[in-house]
């Protein structure tokens, strides 16, 4: 049984430990995550199997744009369409919300996260020098 639906505050301890094992240098606190649930802006999506969160996604809506902040899979579910799931169901928020464009960033010498955008849809736009350090990003964009 899969659930996706919005985060509740008790669900976030547990998206900051995912956030913990997935990232190295990029990864956000407890207090990080906290701030941007309580951001009017901003929402987060978690995906669930039976009572176990394996996805996340947090993002920002500021009509007529979402700006992706970060998405992550419980390493074990990676390459199994969670990730895909959770970005069909932002792509579905942001028609319902007449969302023109859905914005992000991914680190150069991401390629999987950078073809997994590519393969959704996204389009690079533009790079950033040292966002990431010395490493750069790329901006990438979605028309909706």
């Given amino acids: ?5 919005e985060a509740e505050e008790k669900d976030l301890k547990i998206i900051s430990e995912l ?4 990232f190295s240098e990029e990864k956000w606190s407890y207090f990080q995550i906290l701030r941007e649930f309580k951001n009017k802006f901003s929402k987060i999506l978690i995906f ?5 969160i394996i996805g996340y996604l947090i993002f920002r809506e500021i ?11 419980k390493k074990e579910y990676q390459r199994k369409g ?3 799931k959770l970005m069909q169901k932002l792509m579905e928020f942001a028609k319902e919300k007449k969302i023109s464009k859905i914005f992000l960033e991914v680190k150069a010498s ?9 393969k959704l849809g996204f389009k690079e736009m533009y790079r950033r020098k040292n966002y990431y350090g010395n490493e750069e990003a790329i901006v990438m964009v979605k028309e909706i």
């Fill in 1 to 5: 049984m899969y659930l996706l639906h």
């Fill in 19 to 22: 956030e913990k094992g997935l």
């Fill in 48 to 52: 669930k199997k039976k009572e176990e």
């Fill in 63 to 73: 009509k007529p744009e979402i700006e992706i902040f970060k998405i992550g899979v």
């Fill in 82 to 84: 969670v990730g895909t």
């Fill in 110 to 118: 991401n390629l999987s996260a950078y073809n997994f955008y590519k």
